[in-house]
């Protein structure tokens, strides 16, 4: 398992951007998957999660609204769409998956996902 999270970079308040989770062109077979961040000098904190089967989405209060977890069709990479960004989404971001089907409440656990990506810079500046 190799998760791979791309898709940051450097953009302005207000902005929008989608990161990406893949497993090396692999399915992504797992029933929950998950984004977490880490901003600067803070722990890493739940994003969203979604389990596919049943649709169960979580999100974080901060980004609710603004930020979407999907899957494409060829279940190969799962989304984050980020928008109305602000000074306070910059983070290293990071997709993660859970070998279990976890239950609604157990998706903001960090120690409930098995495998995680490296990670994806996002800073909102201007």
């Known amino acids: 398992v190799q998760l791979q999270a791309s898709g940051g970079g450097v953009v302005q308040p207000g902005a929008s951007l989608r990161l990406s989770c893949v497993n090396s062109g692999r399915t992504l077979r797992w029933p929950v998957m998950g984004w977490f961040r880490q901003r600067p000098g803070k722990e890493r904190e739940f994003v969203a999660a979604?389990?596919?089967?049943?649709?169960?989405?979580v999100y974080a209060d901060s980004v609710k609204y603004r930020f979407t977890i999907s899957r494409d069709n060829a279940k190969t990479t799962v989304y984050l769409q980020m928008s109305s960004l602000e000074a306070e989404d910059t983070a290293v971001y990071y997709c993660?998956?859970?070998?279990?089907?976890?239950?609604?409440?157990?998706?903001?656990?960090?120690?409930?996902?098995?495998?995680w990506g490296q990670g994806t810079l996002v800073t909102v500046s201007s």
């Open positions: 993660a998956a859970a070998e279990r089907s976890l239950i609604t409440g157990q998706f903001r656990g960090v120690t409930n996902y098995d495998h």
């Open positions: 979604k389990r596919w089967n049943g649709g169960s989405t």
